[in-house]
Each structure stands twice: as C-alpha cells, then as structure tokens.
C-alpha cells in the first residue's frame, strides 16, 4: 500500500497523499450513513448546551456554532467510530493501519476520531488557522499521525487541508495568548513564512497523513456544500499521553487504553508500572 519512495518523502516533509485508497463503493456507503445521522439530528429541537458537549472517550456527540436551537449547524460529530459501526470499521481500515504502521515505527494505538463539516462562507466556515496537533495532546514521543479521509471531492474552493511541508522538524511552537491556550500560532510572532503552503486536494476516497507536529490549517469553503472530513488519530504504543485530552488514556481506563491497540503488545498496568505481554 506504501513504497519505499512514500516512507522517505512521509519522514522528510511530514505528510503524504493517498489518491483514491478508500473506494467509490465504500465512500457512498459512508456518505449514506452520514446523510442519515446529519438528518436525524437536525430534526431535534433539543436545547443545546456548551455547544454539544465535551469530549469524552466513550461518547460520541455533536459540536455546534451555536447554543440556540434555532439556526443551529453543526460542526462536528466526536467519535463517529462509536456511533455506528461503519465509522469504526473505517478506522481500522487495513490499508489505513498497513500505512500508519509503516510511517509510526510498527505499531498502532488508536487515538481519536472526528467527522468534521466546513461550512460555507466566511461566516459560518471559517479558516483554521496554522496550528500543531502536539499542541493538544502531547505525548511521551511524537510518534503520532492524523489521517484525513474525503467524503467528498476536495478543492482548492472548497478549503482544503494545507500544511508547510518540514515543519514536522521545526519546534513546537507557543499556542497561547497573553494567558490562555487558544489553539493557533501566531505566524507573525514567529516568523513562520506561510506562503510556501501545499493544499491537499482530493477526490472521494482520497487519504491524507500528517505528522501530529506539522503545521497546517485549511482555508475558506467558497462551494455551498459542507465540505465533510474524517480524522482518525493514531499513536505508536510507546507513545503516552502527558494530558487528559478526553480521548483514551490509560490514568482514564486502563483496560480501554489496552482496547485501542490494533498493532502491537497488550500493556499491565500495575503500579504504574509497564509490562508487556502478547496480545491475542
């Protein structure tokens, strides 16, 4: 699924693109569970709260742009994969995980899931701003990838995922504000020369990997569809959280920790200790 070419381009600008990996039939079976679940939720009137919801492990909820019910769109749906059991097939794709173990050092922990929406206009569906994933969710290593998987063709006017490529290899730069975490990078500050940007276009089926510390964003959606993305985190099993990102961690529940891994060694847990032991 991935040539020895794709490995050494992955590790020196930090991303690759898969044309067509996930097939036509495949695409239209999700898009058809997609459709269903958006219509569903958006016939609910029920009052919203912290726009949906935090994010927990075992739960899978709606992010909204607004806690009103009335205009109400959604941004997000957290974990897919427990909300119907085509999401969570499709994050243990085998030719997915075959590239994700080739690219993160040979095993795999899964780590979150999201199915994004872009919305249309600068208003409703705007920029993501340069930022690192790290930055989130730090771990004891940086052996971390985020795939992203198009439902939908992906253009240059409907805002695609842009990275700088090598800056997978640069530092780990400051997401705050005077005082708190905001979720971007301020370029400026930090003399990040942007411009030498590359838009990950696609069609349906089309898969993206990223390093969880290069640094990307997307632009405006300029089409009137919503743009949707799926993004499957995974991480090397040596690779441990250092927070509670509200995604599977082994001070959380340790068992389902253990749950999560697709390629590798169980782990004991036992005075915070770790052993492995072989997986069956």
Same mark, same amino acid.
């Given at each position: 699924?991935? &040539? ?6 992955? %590790? %020196? =600008?930090? @991303? !690759? ?6 097939? *036509? ?9 997609? +459709? ?12 919203i709260s912290n726009n949906g919801g935090t994010q927990?492990?075992? $739960?899978?909820?709606?992010?909204? $742009? ?15 994969? $427990?909300? #119907? ?13 075959? !590239? ?13 899931? *999201? ?7 600068? *208003? ?17 290593? /940086? /052996?971390? !990838?985020?795939?992203? !998987? @198009? ?6 006017? #409907?805002?695609?995922? %842009? ?33 030498? =940007? ?5 069609? &349906? ?30 991480? &090397?099993?040596? &690779?441990?959280?250092?927070? #509670? /990102? ?11 920790? $253990? ?5 590798? *060694?169980?782990?004991? +847990?036992? =005075? ?9």
């Open positions: 699924m991935i &040539a020895k070419s794709e490995i050494n381009f992955y %590790k %020196k =600008n930090g @991303y !690759i693109v898969k044309k067509n990996l996930i097939s *036509k039939k495949e695409i239209f079976k999700i898009n058809s569970i997609v +459709n269903s679940i958006i219509s569903k939720e958006k016939e609910r009137q029920k009052k927990k492990y075992n $739960n899978s909820h709606f992010v909204y $742009n607004t806690n009103s019910t009335k205009n109400k769109e959604i941004l997000r749906l957290n974990n897919p994969q $427990n909300n #119907n059991k085509i999401f969570f097939k499709l994050s243990r794709h085998k030719k997915i995980i075959s !590239i994700v173990k080739k690219l993160i050092g040979g095993t795999v922990r899964f780590h979150l899931g *999201k199915l994004n929406f872009k919305l249309p206009n600068k *208003k409703k569906g705007s920029e993501v701003e340069w930022h690192q994933d790290w930055a989130f969710y730090p771990h004891t290593n /940086d /052996d971390l !990838i985020t795939v992203g !998987i @198009y439902l939908e063709n992906c253009t240059e006017e #409907n805002g695609p995922l %842009k990275v700088l490529p090598k800056s997978h290899k640069m530092p780990v730069y400051s997401h705050h504000g005077m005082k708190d975490f905001i979720g971007k990078i301020d370029v400026k500050k930090e003399k990040i020369n942007t411009k030498k =940007n590359v838009s990950l276009t696609g069609e &349906a089926g089309t898969v993206t990997f990223h390093h969880c510390r290069m640094i990307h964003g997307s632009g405006l959606n300029q089409k009137n569809n919503n743009r949707p993305l799926i993004l499957f985190g995974y991480r &090397a099993c040596d &690779a441990w959280p250092i927070v #509670n /990102d509200g995604n599977p961690h082994h001070d959380v529940n340790f068992k389902n920790y $253990n749950k999560n891994i697709i390629i590798g *060694k169980k782990e004991i +847990n036992f =005075n915070y200790l770790k052993f492995s032991s072989t997986s069956t």
